[in-house]
Antibody, heavy 120, light 111 residues
Framework: EVQLVQSGAEVKKPGESLTISCKGS????????INWVRQMPGKGLEWMGR????????NYSPSFQGHVTISADKSISTAYLQWSSLKASDTAMYYC?????????????WGQGTLVTVSS | QSVLTQPPSASGTPGQRVTISCSGS????????VNWYQQLPGTAPKLLIY???QRPSGVPDRFSGSKSGTSASLAISGLQSEDEADYYC????????????FGGGTKLTVL
C-alpha cells in the first residue's frame, strides 16, 4: 500500500524553529515529487512548494519562498518542511502529497497531516 | 482570494444530483487538466477525480467530472449523507515559474 506518514502535532512559540516530516512507503520514493500544502484553520488548500527526491530540486510558491525550506533524505524515503523562525500566522495543518505525472498531473496519496500551533 | 473560483456552499437532499463548478483561466484550467479532492470532516484531502474525468479505483461512479474551456464541474448523483464534505478543484498553473492552484473549496451539505 502506498502511504505517506507525517510526524505528529507540534506546539511552538513564535521565533522558534521547526522541522516536520513525511515518510513515503510502498513505492519508489525517488520516482515521484513530494508537495507540501497548507490549510489554515477553517480555510482552503494552498500549495507551498515541491521537491524531487531524486536530486532534491525544489521550487516554491512565491507566497512561501524564503519563509520555509523543503528538503528530502532519499536514503530514508522522507521529505521535510522546515521553518527557522515561526510566526503565529504559521498555525495551520500541513499536508504532504505525492505528485503523479501520467496524462495529467495529480496528488495521490496525501499524508494524514501535521498540525502546527504557534502561540506565545 | 483563490485563483480558481468555486461556490462556497452547495446542498441537496439524499438521492438528488448536485454539481459544483470551478472557474479558472487560460494559464490553469484552460491549458492543464483538473483534479478534484474530497475532504471529509477532520481528515486529509483524498483524490476524487483526476485528469478532468477519471475516477481512481474505489471512487463510486456517482462522482463524475467534466471540463470545458477554462471551467470544470464535479457532479454527484444519488447524493448520500456520507458525501457531506468539502470539495476542492485544483490545476497546474503555467504562469511565472508554474505553481499548483486550488479553488477555495465548496462545502456540500446533505439536507
Amino acid at each position: 500500500e502506498v502511504q505517506l506518514v507525517q510526524s505528529g502535532a507540534e506546539v511552538k512559540k513564535p521565533g522558534e524553529s521547526l522541522t516536520i516530516s513525511c515518510k513515503g512507503s510502498g513505492y519508489s520514493f525517488t520516482s515521484y515529487w513530494i508537495n507540501w500544502v497548507r490549510q489554515m484553520p477553517g480555510k482552503g488548500l494552498e500549495w507551498m512548494g515541491r521537491i524531487d527526491p531524486s536530486d532534491s530540486y525544489t521550487n516554491y510558491s512565491p507566497s512561501f519562498q524564503g519563509h520555509v525550506t523543503i528538503s528530502a533524505d532519499k536514503s530514508i524515503s522522507t521529505a521535510y518542511l522546515q521553518w527557522s523562525s515561526l510566526k503565529a500566522s504559521d498555525t495551520a495543518m500541513y499536508y504532504c502529497a505525492r505528485r503523479i505525472a501520467a496524462a495529467g498531473l495529480w496528488f495521490d496519496p496525501w499524508g494524514q497531516g501535521t498540525l502546527v500551533t504557534v502561540s506565545s | 482570494q483563490s485563483v480558481l473560483t468555486q461556490p462556497p456552499s452547495a446542498s441537496g437532499t439524499p438521492g438528488q444530483r448536485v454539481t459544483i463548478s470551478c472557474s479558472g483561466s487560460s494559464s490553469n484550467i484552460g491549458s492543464n487538466t483538473v483534479n478534484w479532492y474530497q475532504q471529509l470532516p477532520g481528515t486529509a484531502p483524498k483524490l476524487l477525480i483526476y485528469s478532468n474525468t477519471q475516477r481512481p479505483s474505489g471512487v463510486p461512479d456517482r462522482f463524475s467530472g467534466s471540463k470545458s474551456g477554462t471551467s470544470a464541474s464535479l457532479a454527484i448523483s444519488g447524493l448520500q449523507s456520507e458525501d457531506e464534505a468539502d470539495y476542492y478543484c485544483a490545476a497546474w498553473d503555467d504562469s511565472l515559474d508554474g505553481s499548483w492552484v486550488f479553488g477555495g473549496g465548496t462545502k456540500l451539505t446533505v439536507l
